[in-house]
């Protein structure tokens, strides 16, 4: 009977579909020690896990780093989360992880991971439930270990930044069992005093130092706590659940003193500004105030009785004014031509031609006789001189032509 022949490509692709509907594989937790780990330059990590009996070549590629809190090294002992399928090309399987955890905390981790999105699904991460920080808060209440870095830092950044503001510590468990309940009769204590903004945390530690900042009870009373809360819980690579639900994050104790206190010579600079821009508003409205003052006293006082009685009294004395300097003007014109006229009447007056050595020469009737023709011989004539008259006769006319 003849056997089939398949190509070894085909029995690797056998073997991969095999892995493929193993469902077991497609969900694996898988606990070990740590050996060859390898971070490449385009983010992958390659490593083996091992056992007293065994290995095995895992790999977590660089989309999946985010769910890494930590820096793998040799010899850690972890719980990788992943499946295991084959690498066709090579014939091999391998484990491709999405998750990596301390060994110690990953059950706990898986818990945490559901529970996050539990609490995510009910809005509490949500933005729009986020309170502001005030900007310029008066009591701080913190709530961490009464020693440590963290409440030294906490300290010496506030009295740094604006030693007017009040610090409020409730000495409270930080890690271990009855931690988160230590910390949440913090918080309540806190809500009791009326503090304006609270930091709740501790500084860094192990991932299982700082698991009581991941209970749901901290986490549903940092949400539900009526006065805004700053988180800051561990390092800045270090994240547990009530960052989520924390109205502020601080990547740092440090850095939470740093958002909640605010520094006073700013302030003091701040309130100068306002300060001169007030007074410079307040000249600018006075000084527009006192024009409109001027000007409705302008009105008022050309609208006034007086006001109008003196402008028709001086309306009256400009038309005398007017007048009497129209009829000085006739009167200089009429005397100009009085005196143009005087002047032709003299001109053509018969006494002074009569002064100038002329006779009016008349008849008997009184008739001026002024035609040669109309003088006959034995006519008398008077002739009228400037000092008499002279009574004569025609004795004889003699013609010049």
């Given at each position: 009977m003849k056997q089939n022949i398949y190509s070894v490509g085909q029995v690797n692709q056998y073997i991969k579909n095999m892995f493929a509907q193993d469902f077991l594989l497609e969900r694996i937790l898988v606990r070990g020690e740590v050996s060859n780990c390898k971070y490449h330059a385009s983010g992958h990590i390659y490593f083996t896990l091992?056992?007293?009996?065994?290995?095995?070549?895992?790999?977590?590629?660089?989309?999946?780093?985010?769910?890494?809190?930590?820096?793998?090294?040799?010899?850690?002992?972890?719980i990788v989360s992943g499946s295991v399928q084959v690498y066709e090309r090579d014939g091999k399987y391998q484990l491709y992880a999405k998750q990596i955890t301390l060994d110690g905390v990953g059950e706990r981790y898986v818990r945490l991971e559901q529970l996050?999105?539990?609490?995510?699904?009910?809005?509490?991460?949500?933005?729009?439930?986020?309170?502001?920080?005030?900007?310029?808060?008066?009591?701080?209440?913190?709530?961490?270990?009464?020693?440590?870095?963290?409440?030294?830092?906490?300290?010496?950044?506030?009295?740094?930044?604006n030693p007017t503001v009040q610090l409020i510590l409730y000495p409270a468990l930080v890690q271990g069992d009855g931690a988160a309940a230590s910390v949440i009769n913090g918080i309540h204590a806190m809500e009791q005093l009326g503090v304006d903004v609270m930091i709740v945390g501790r500084g860094g530690g192990s991932i299982e130092d700082l698991w009581a900042f991941n209970e749901e009870a901290l986490a549903r009373a940092v949400f539900d706590c009526p006065i805004p809360v700053i988180s800051a819980v561990g390092h800045e690579t270090d994240t547990t659940l009530i960052d989520y639900v924390a109205d502020l994050r601080a990547p740092t104790p440090s850095a939470a003193a740093e958002l909640a206190?605010?520094?006073?010579?700013?302030?003091?600079?701040?309130?100068?500004?306002?300060?001169?821009?007030?007074?410079?508003?307040?000249?600018?409205?006075?000084?527009?105030?006192?024009?409109?003052?001027?000007?409705?006293?302008?009105?008022?006082?050309?609208?006034s009785p007086q006001n109008q009685l003196n402008m028709r009294r001086q309306y009256i004395t400009d038309l005398e004014e007017r007048m009497t300097q129209r009829m000085e003007q006739l009167l200089r014109d009429a005397r100009h031509r009085m005196q143009l006229l005087a002047q032709r009447m003299e001109s053509g007056s018969p006494l002074r031609k009569l002064s100038a050595g002329y006779s009016l020469v008349t008849d008997e009737d009184g008739n001026v006789v002024n035609d040669f023709e109309r003088i006959e011989t034995g006519m008398r004539l008077t002739l009228h001189m400037l000092d008499g008259d002279v009574k004569t006769r025609v004795e004889e006319k003699q013609c010049r032509k």
């Open positions: 091992k056992d007293a009996v065994g290995a095995i070549a895992c790999v977590m590629f660089a989309g999946n780093r985010r769910g890494l809190t930590f820096r793998m090294k040799e010899g850690d002992n972890v996050k999105r539990e609490l995510a699904e009910m809005g509490m991460f949500a933005q729009e439930y986020k309170q502001p920080i005030p900007a310029y808060p008066r009591t701080i209440g913190i709530v961490t270990a009464p020693t440590g870095a963290a409440i030294r830092d906490i300290q010496t950044i506030a009295h740094r930044r206190v605010w520094k006073l010579d700013t302030a003091q600079a701040y309130i100068d500004e306002m300060q001169f821009r007030m007074e410079r508003q307040m000249q600018q409205q006075l000084a527009s105030l006192r024009s409109r003052v001027q000007a409705l006293t302008l009105r008022i006082k050309y609208a």
